[in-house]
């Protein structure tokens, strides 16, 4: 801490586990019963125990009680509660409830860094004059890098709930606000002031129920690509096309998935054309680079003179192969990209859906010259490191988002039949059968791909244990879907149309639907499928 001034705390938390509005229900339940309940500490990666600011509070609580606060994230509400003791390990080890049987059962059973004793939790019904009265305080020791990201804010009075949400932490520590202390709101909402991730920690909360998809848009400087970079009388622009056909239908989306080939030869004045039309897309959805999913394909990676021509020897093996991509990445989310290429997106779906998307580069196997050329492969450390980043575990029983993994390479056959050819490439992605496993493993719900300009739709069923496929019980179901080309002109495959999709999430499960789009003609539904939640 900067100085020994601490006051208070409020700590963050939203309803992902339970229905609305019940997580505080369940605590309020067993305090009316028990006459308190413990409230663990739900922290993210990069947040540690602060000892020093611990020990401030829980002196405070000990000693008659400590007035701290809980704010709702998903429903930016604010609740005064009475702490008495807070327990946690010097070693910054996880530890279990202090009393299970005064913790909601939903969570009884785990072990978290730090739980808080409340006897009390009431309603805050007008927020900011209790909240202008604290001013924030920097704590460093809570980030484990020991530095913290949020500057602007300290030593200024807390101006509302809106500017605590924009927030990407779990814990606020407060003093009393001061005289000579700064009153201005601090927003960071533009994605070029917050500190930007690969990997979200903070779900994205839409109104949408809807995520729009597009694959091997395939933009090209040389007329592979089939709509017009400018309006013209009788063709539009890819996005004009996508907006023209569905705004009225679909007001606004939460989000946009874009699984490879976004370009057909990696030049960079085709990655400019890929961001007019993300920029032509926030127009519709004011889309934020947070609410952006991405993945490249081979043809984004330049590996030879030509990436869309199978033939070229490779003559680029070294880090500069990705330039492009990489610039595109960093222009998109403000930051380069990390080894694998991959990130990581959060939504609430309809303020209600959690859904947690992964998107793995398939193209990463090690380039050898005159060998191998952007193949589709993903590779273990870079699926181990995606579900370390989006803190995911393989326990099934725990609740958890609905799950999505998207790649450019198809996981399963896709066209209908392929000629033999002699030195072919190849196509599946060649660590098919460990992707299968990581999904299971992590119980992922949903693969999304692109690359064989044909739409695509399967369900896989798998066991847990794959050297004990006898108990029925204990097998996992996921669904594939391919999407055709939304953007490539002439190299399409059976369905013979451009196509893009769009993912809605009901309250029963999943609605995945492909639709035709055309520069002149209007779009047509192609197909739709209903993916129910949990099998």
């Known amino acids: 801490m900067t100085d020994n001034s601490l006051t208070t705390i409020i700590l963050r938390f939203r309803d992902l586990v339970t229905d609305r509005g019940q997580t505080v229900e369940h605590h309020r339940q067993i305090i009316n019963s028990s006459g308190h309940v413990w409230w663990g500490w739900w922290r993210k990666r990069d947040e540690t125990i602060p000892d020093e600011a611990f020990r401030t509070l829980a002196s405070k609580a000990s000693a008659g009680g400590l007035e701290a606060y809980l704010m709702d994230s998903g429903q930016d509400r604010l609740y005064k509660v009475i702490c008495t003791d807070i327990v946690w390990d010097a070693k910054t080890v996880e530890i279990e409830s202090p009393g299970k049987s005064e913790t909601p059962d939903y969570y009884n059973k785990r072990k978290y860094l730090a739980w808080f004793r409340l006897t009390n939790i009431t309603d805050v019904l007008d927020p900011e004059p209790v909240l202008h009265t604290f001013s924030y305080l920097q704590v460093d020791e809570f980030f484990e890098s020991m530095k913290s990201a949020y500057k602007p804010f300290y030593g200024k009075r807390v101006f509302s709930?809106?500017?605590?949400?924009?927030?990407?932490?779990?814990?606020?520590?407060?003093?009393?606000?001061?005289?000579?202390?700064?009153?201005?709101?601090?927003?960071?909402?533009?994605?070029?002031?917050?500190?930007?991730?690969?990997?979200?920690?903070?779900?994205?909360?839409?109104?949408?129920?809807?995520?729009?998809?597009?694959?091997?848009?395939?933009?090209?400087?040389?007329?592979?690509?089939?709509?017009?970079?400018?309006?013209?009388?009788?063709?539009?622009?890819?996005?004009?096309?996508?907006?023209?056909?569905?705004?009225?239908?679909?007001?606004?989306?939460?989000?946009?998935?874009?699984?490879?080939?976004?370009?057909?030869?990696?030049?960079?004045?085709?990655?400019?054309?890929?961001k007019e039309f993300i920029k032509s897309l926030t127009y519709w959805s004011l889309l934020k680079s947070d609410q952006i999913a991405v993945c490249p394909g081979n043809h984004d990676l330049e590996f030879s003179t030509d990436p869309a021509d199978k033939e070229q020897p490779i003559v680029n093996v070294k880090e500069d192969f990705s330039k492009a991509y990489s610039a595109f990445y960093q222009d998109t989310f403000y930051l380069a990209p990390n080894q694998y290429f991959s990130c990581g997106k959060r939504f609430l779906m309809g303020k209600a859906v959690p859904v947690e998307i992964v998107c793995l580069n398939s193209s990463s196997l090690q380039q050898l010259q005159h060998a191998f050329q952007g193949h589709g492969f993903i590779g273990d450390k870079q699926m181990e490191d995606a579900a370390k980043q989006m803190n995911w575990d393989a326990d099934s029983g725990?609740?958890?988002?609905?799950?999505?993994?998207?790649?450019?390479?198809?996981?399963?056959?896709?066209?209908?039949?392929?000629?033999?050819?002699?030195?072919?490439?190849?196509?599946?992605?060649?660590?098919?059968?460990?992707?299968?496993?990581?999904?299971?493993?992590?119980?992922?719900?949903?693969?999304?791909?692109?690359?064989?300009?044909?739409?695509?739709?399967?369900?896989?069923?798998?066991?847990l244990d794959v050297n004990e496929p006898n108990d029925l019980n204990s097998w996992h179901d996921f669904y594939v879907v391919g999407m055709g080309s939304s953007g490539v002109k002439g190299e399409l495959g059976e369905i013979k149309k451009n196509t893009v999709g769009f993912l809605k999430f009901e309250k029963e499960g999943v609605e995945v639907s492909v639709h035709s789009i055309d520069p002149t003609n209007p779009s047509e539904m192609l197909w739709t499928v209903k993916l129910a939640y949990r099998q």
């Open 161 to 274: 709930v809106k500017e605590l949400r924009q927030q990407d932490r779990t814990i606020w520590f407060l003093r009393n606000f001061q005289k000579g202390d700064t009153i201005q709101e601090v927003s960071l909402l533009d994605s070029r002031e917050v500190a930007p991730l690969h990997f979200a920690t903070e779900y994205f909360e839409s109104n949408s129920d809807v995520l729009l998809w597009v694959s091997d848009t395939h933009f090209s400087e040389e007329g592979h690509h089939a709509f017009p970079a400018r309006a013209t009388a009788n063709a539009f622009p890819l996005a004009d096309r996508i907006k023209d056909n569905f705004e009225k239908k679909i007001p606004t989306v939460a989000g946009l998935i874009i699984s490879g080939d976004i370009t057909w030869r990696a030049l960079p004045a085709e990655f400019e054309s890929a």
């Open 398 to 463: 725990k609740p958890s988002a609905y799950r999505i993994v998207v790649l450019h390479h198809h996981v399963l056959p896709t066209t209908y039949s392929s000629t033999p050819e002699a030195n072919y490439a190849y196509s599946v992605v060649l660590d098919a059968e460990a992707l299968s496993r990581w999904i299971v493993k992590y119980r992922v719900a949903l693969v999304l791909h692109g690359h064989m300009h044909q739409p695509f739709c399967a369900r896989i069923s798998r066991p």
